[in-house]
């Protein structure tokens, strides 16, 4: 007896009709349209999975646009479909935030600061609400250590500069006058911050920005350095350290047009 010709390969368009219609998983539908197992049959071997498909698609016929992953972790996770995806979304921009980090080099800063730490200046450590007086004696991953104040956790400093430049500075800053009576605060997670990927500093890098910062200070001043986490700005040897947390708003500054030539 002769066989027919060969039966031709599901396409993809046939085998997700027949997974959506049957509520199965989609290896189950093409092995039905291959002519092996039938999607009732394995409906009836595998009871409990299939219950978990018919939640599943039922959240998707709830939710136009819920892909059939989201719909599986929001089963297995007990949440509701908002909290679940703002969870997904919250977890994707830690992963872009650590990605971006790693595409920048933060070799310019850690010099900086291993110069300070060497030298030995009076930096001017300024705070929400206070300025310290302090020598720089070394830098930990997520604080630094003073000679009189000892260690301060990053996330408290807004600014950082030797005590020579701060006095200079001092009596021209401009501030805004709401966040000088009432500091913003520093989000924990690098994902609620206004500013935690460094990226979209990089094309400022040699031109004036405009910066304000969360106890109102606000600056217009070259950038000269734009790192992993935080910022040069000034001029050399009178640098600005400012740390991307302690940033509300960053735009460039408007630039001076160039003297004509007579």
Known sequence: ?????????????????????EHVPARIAKGELEGKM?????????AEEAKRFDQVYALMGQHPGLSLGDGFGVVQSG?????????????????AIKQARGEVDNEAISAFLAALVASKPEMAVVLAERTVLDVLVS??????????TGRMEKLQVVL????????????????????????????RQPDKRPYSDPRPFLPQVGQKV????RNGITLTQPLLKAGRFDLLLGQP??????????????????????????
Request: a positive charge.
């Open 1 to 21: 007896m002769r066989s027919g010709p060969p039966r031709p390969p599901p396409t993809p368009e046939q085998i997700l009709a027949l997974a959506q219609r």
């Open 38 to 46: 039938k999607c009732r049959i394995w409906r009836k071997l595998h």
């Open 79 to 95: 949440m509701t479909v908002a909290e679940f995806m703002a969870r997904k979304e919250r977890t994707q921009r830690k992963a």
């Open 139 to 148: 830098e930990e991953p997520i604080s630094f250590a003073f000679e009189r």
């Open 160 to 187: 950082l500069t030797r005590r020579s430049e701060w006095e200079k500075l001092l009596p021209t800053l401009e501030r805004d006058s709401k966040l000088t009576q009432k500091p913003a605060n520093v989000a």
């Open 210 to 213: 405009r910066l304000v910062l």
């Open 237 to 262: 040897g009178n640098e600005l350290f400012v740390p991307l947390h302690a940033i509300l708003r960053f735009e460039p500054a408007a630039q001076e047009p160039e003297p004509e030539t007579p």
